[in-house]
């Protein structure tokens, strides 16, 4: 989750990540990301906030497609560390209006990116 500069190799669609600032303790507080799912492609930049070692959330602070994306991954260890839930929570507003199955594929691929 945190190691942004491997997103354009897990998921497909993130074409660049570059950290533009970490806090203190080396973790990422905001990141560029070039998105490009063909017909959907964006240049945005996240503000991350990390709550601890298990929770990280963010939100748009710029965009050319979105008019806002907030997220969170919480991380539960289980069985003693051998497994771990995640919990995953987005909502996102996209900018431009689109056609209906247009505005659906733009969210799918921004979900299905964050999995």
Request: avoid cysteine; aromatic fraction near 6%.
């Amino acid at each position: 989750i945190a190691d942004f500069a491997r997103y354009p190799e897990w998921t497909g669609e993130v074409k660049e990540a570059e950290v533009l600032s970490t806090d203190e303790q080396g973790r990422a507080e905001q990141v560029r990301l070039v998105l490009d799912a063909g017909a959907i492609k964006d240049d945005h930049v996240l503000a991350y906030t990390w709550t601890g070692e298990n929770e990280v959330s963010w939100s748009l602070v710029k965009s050319q497609m979105l008019r806002s994306l907030d997220g969170t991954y919480a991380l539960t260890p289980l069985a003693g560390g051998e497994r771990t839930e995640v919990t995953y929570r987005l909502a996102v507003d996209v900018k431009i209006p689109l056609l209906g199955m247009i505005k659906r594929k733009a969210e799918k691929v921004i979900i299905d990116r964050a999995l």
